[in-house]
């Protein structure tokens, strides 16, 4: 986990770098994921060429929870994810993805063992929606002035909420599979679903155009962050559970922020700092006391 939370915290600034090429958010994640899908698809057919009993697909009857996986954690995620860094940047992205998402899984999950929350969970709910609104607001004002990160803001409050129907369906489904099975079959699907989107878009020849750091960027998204990330991930919530996987992101936020500041020239703001502490802990008070 602390290598995936590198890799995943270092990708929302290399996505910036993709953005800067002059690619849409469909078009980045329409190319992540087609190579990715195609990386995984060809260590699939040689694991089946090595041994002919390996299964590579799913069965039928949970194809409509792979698909669900697929549209949640993969198509309609990073289209959002990646718009709202465009319009927001790449540290709001990663406070909002990385330290709401533990809150409403631990909440749902809580939810669904029928347990209820103690007084300090519940305190932390609180302060973690007050740290909320203060990264939403950013301490902006007067929201005409700045119309595309309140925009980015709100939008990228939509990817916790896909994260967690990813994560607790994912957890459902692991017991049946390998955690690279699931992921290459979630990824090739969310990628093939990319696909139409862009095509409306009018984006998908753009990467015809991109220089080599553009190149660069997409393939680590598609190899660091897809193929070796996802992996780590699904192995982790398969052994540790949801919760504990998901508290892990809260690293996340720092790498971004750092690396958001050296490599695009983003300012960490004072709001952008109190609300992420008020974010954190308040998901922490959360998670501790489960």
Do not use: H
């Not at 709100?154 to 990817?159: D, F, K, P, V």
């Amino acid at each position: 986990m602390l290598t995936l939370i590198s890799l995943w915290g270092s990708s929302f600034v290399v996505v910036k770098i993709a953005l800067q090429e002059g690619l849409t958010p469909i078009a980045v994640a329409t190319l992540r994921f087609l190579i990715a899908g195609g990386l995984f698809s060809i260590i699939l057919l040689l694991n089946k060429a090595r041994q002919p009993e390996y299964t590579i697909l799913i069965q039928r009857k949970d194809a409509p929870i792979v698909l669900a996986l697929a549209l949640s954690g993969i198509t309609l995620f990073f289209s959002i994810q990646y718009t709202g860094i465009q319009f927001a940047g790449a540290a709001m992205a990663s406070i909002l993805v990385c330290l709401l998402s533990p809150l409403l899984i631990t909440a749902i999950t809580t939810k669904i063992l029928g347990e209820n929350l103690t007084r300090k969970q519940s305190l932390g709910i609180i302060v973690a929606a007050f740290g909320t609104l203060t990264v939403v607001t950013g301490g902006v004002l007067d929201f005409q002035t700045d119309s595309d990160y309140l925009l980015g803001t709100l939008i990228l409050l939509i990817t916790p909420v896909l994260w967690t129907i990813y994560t607790i369906l994912g957890r459902r489904i692991l017991s049946e599979y390998s955690p690279f099975l699931l992921v290459a079959n979630v990824t090739v699907m969310g990628g093939l679903f990319l696909i139409p989107i862009s095509v409306l878009e009018d984006s998908f020849f753009d990467f015809l155009s991109l220089s080599t750091s553009g190149w660069l960027a997409v393939l680590f998204l598609s190899t660091t962050c897809s193929l070796i990330g996802y992996c780590i991930w699904f192995r982790v919530l398969r052994d540790a559970g949801p919760a504990v996987t998901s508290a892990f992101l809260f690293a996340e936020p720092v790498v971004t922020s750092v690396m958001a500041a050296l490599l695009v020239g983003e300012r960490l703001t004072a709001p952008l700092a109190l609300g992420g502490t008020l974010i954190f802990f308040g998901v922490f008070l959360v998670t501790k006391y489960l």
